[in-house]
């Protein structure tokens, strides 16, 4: 639902707002309004779904990295854990990832279609004529038109469980799937670093090595938070999680590591 317009009291709506804004700051901490983030996103816009404010963010850097820090509220993540618990996948230390194509699992799917409503109540997508990529018209919100309408939206999952000091080495993901991956974090937060694909040959040393740290985009995954990638962040830009001492840096700290998981949402391509 978009609040801000068509709404006949929008103001009495909107000091609720403030109330609930007040609260997601205690609850997530500031938003991207923080002068700390500022290198990290510009402000998208809020909407007011499922009882809380869900605000989309780009990333300044990279085309097509979409986030939003409250998706989830605490009570749904705590739900989204149970139901991932309640799938048994990660009894055993070993067991550290589960995958599913094709049907997901019920609340998998209920993802995909929060993700779904909490795009399309994005007031970004309130002027359709914005979100067609093919006319050559311009791309301003967390997901285009042909992405956002596809059937299925996702038909892949992966669920990944990381102890503290484990993460992922810097990918793009697989040709097979197509364009659109969204990756929901819960528990413990995380710094995710981008790099472009072919930042390697755009930034050699003087020795011919390759200094990819200067040109890393560190973006900040709170527990509760869905990332968007597509286009350039999803085919330019490699992703990674370094969680080995002195890698995760948020404003000048070192993060405290808890176990984190993530879901990671995908469609495979279509094989003719
Ligand atoms: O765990 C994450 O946050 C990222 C997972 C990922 O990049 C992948 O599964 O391809
Ligand atoms: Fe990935």
């Not at 006949?8 to 609850?27: P, S």
């Not at 002027?127 to 967390?142: A, E, M, S, T, Y």
């Not at 670093?193 to 890393?216: A, I, L, Q």
């Amino acid at each position: 639902m978009c609040w801000m317009k068509g709404c006949d009291d929008w103001r009495e709506m909107g000091e609720e707002l403030d109330d609930e804004r007040e609260i997601l700051k205690q609850v997530f901490g500031d938003s991207s309004e923080d002068e700390d983030c500022e290198d990290q996103t510009v402000i998208g816009d809020s909407a007011y779904e499922g009882g809380h404010i869900r605000r989309w963010e780009q990333a300044k850097e990279i085309k097509g990295l979409w986030l939003c820090r409250s998706f989830l509220s605490p009570q749904q993540e705590s739900s989204l854990l149970s139901a991932i618990r309640n799938e048994g996948w990660f009894m055993e230390a070993s067991q550290n990832q589960a995958m599913r194509f094709g049907n997901l699992p019920t609340w998998a799917a209920e993802l995909s279609d929060s993700i779904h409503e909490a795009v399309l109540s994005s007031n970004h997508m309130t002027d359709p004529l914005i979100v067609d990529r093919h006319n050559g018209v311009k791309i301003d919100c967390p997901l285009p038109s042909d992405i956002l309408w596809r059937e299925p939206l996702f038909d892949q999952m992966i669920a990944n469980m990381y102890q503290p000091g484990e993460g992922i080495c810097a990918h793009v993901d697989l040709m097979r799937f197509e364009d659109g991956i969204a990756i929901v974090s819960l528990e413990s937060p995380c710094v995710m670093h981008f790099t472009r694909v072919d930042e390697t040959s755009r930034n050699p040393t003087s020795k011919g090595e390759v200094d990819v740290s200067m040109s890393k985009v560190p973006i900040y995954l709170n527990p509760g938070s869905v990332v968007l990638l597509w286009g350039e962040a999803r085919y330019l830009w490699k992703h990674e999680i370094n969680r080995k001492p002195g890698f995760q840096m948020w404003e000048g700290q070192e993060l405290t590591q808890g176990r984190r998981t993530s879901i990671t949402l995908r469609k495979l391509c279509q094989v003719d």
